[in-house]
């Protein structure tokens, strides 16, 4: 039978446990939910500013804010590929969803994975509001030396960077 001293232990650490899985889901959604606004913000903005494929240069022949309407996924790969560019997205946000929430009390997920993830699911959800409403994704992001980009496009390349480099081990 377990002392008081032991009893007390398991329920600081239950405790512990739950505080951190309610602050870890609101790191998470917080994440999301500011990506998701910044990216419809600064869509919203260049779409009223810019016409269809104008630029405008920042850094003449470095960075430029072109608009542009992707059909295509990341990047502008794959045009006109339809409905399966939204039916994709939601099965991957929905195992994302999963995932973190079944993992929530994991050792395993570091708030690093956590912010990660949420870059990715608030990019996903950025990009499957304009295919839904508007059938394209505005991408304004202009490089001149890579494909029109988004702030939902690099908010899924910066999530997944940070996963793949939390999964390349330690050199010793």
Not at 91 to 118: D, E, K
Request: some cysteine.
């Amino acid at each position: 039978m377990p002392g008081i001293a032991g009893i007390k232990e398991t329920l600081i650490a239950a405790m512990q446990d739950a505080r951190r899985s309610q602050w870890d889901i609101i790191i998470f959604l917080s994440g999301v939910s500011a990506v998701v606004l910044l990216d419809r913000l600064t869509k919203n903005f260049f779409s009223g500013f810019l016409d269809l494929n104008e630029s405008i240069a920042v850094i003449r022949n470095v960075l430029h804010f072109t608009l542009v309407h992707n059909t295509g996924i990341a990047f502008g790969f794959f045009k006109d590929c339809g409905a399966v560019f939204i039916i994709i997205p939601v099965i991957l946000t929905g195992l994302l969803i999963y995932n973190v929430y079944y993992y929530r009390n994991s050792p395993r997920l570091s708030r690093t994975y956590i912010v990660a993830f949420s870059l990715i699911l608030g990019g996903a959800i950025g990009n499957l509001i304009d295919r839904i409403f508007l059938g394209y994704v505005i991408d304004f992001i202009d490089f001149r030396v890579w494909p029109v980009f988004n702030v939902a496009d690099s908010a899924i390349t910066i999530g997944a960077a940070i996963i793949l480099l939390r999964c390349i081990p330690a050199a010793k």
